[in-house]
């Protein structure tokens, strides 16, 4: 025998998708959660910056004058620092404390 439903009317089927919603939707974020963040090894100098968080001509400046570490040349104008040499920096002190410890030119290393 066949019944039909009402549009409307409160069956299983149709309490179904509120009921599963909320739970698939706190696995997923779960899930996203707890996976690794991707980081690139290579950072630009305004990714550096923003890491750091010094603004982006005061970190070129530290670059320049051998207070941060030192950046790789891609291009002509893509400049590439670590990111493993950024933190090891910023561990030890970052530019401004180490340069007082240093003498003037010394690399953070």
Same mark, same amino acid.
């Given at each position: 025998m066949r019944t039909e439903h009402i549009a409307g009317e409160k069956t299983p089927t149709a309490a179904l998708p509120r009921e599963c919603a %909320? !739970?698939?939707?706190?696995?997923?974020?779960?899930?996203?959660?707890?996976?690794?963040i991707v980081q690139p090894e290579a950072l630009s100098l305004q990714d550096s910056a923003a890491c750091t968080g010094? =603004?982006? +001509? +005061? $970190? =070129?400046? $530290?670059? !320049?004058?051998?207070?941060? %570490?030192?950046?790789v040349l891609f291009g002509r104008n893509a400049q590439r620092l670590k990111r493993s040499e950024i933190d090891a920096c910023y561990e030890a002190?970052? %530019?401004? @404390?180490?340069? =007082?410890?240093?003498? %003037?030119? @010394?690399?953070?290393?």
């Open positions: %909320p !739970k698939t939707v706190d696995a997923l974020l779960a899930d996203i959660r707890h996976r690794a010094h =603004s982006e +001509q +005061q $970190f =070129s400046e $530290f670059v !320049k004058r051998g207070l941060a %570490p030192k950046s002190g970052g %530019p401004s @404390a180490y340069a =007082s410890k240093c003498d %003037p030119g @010394a690399v953070c290393r």
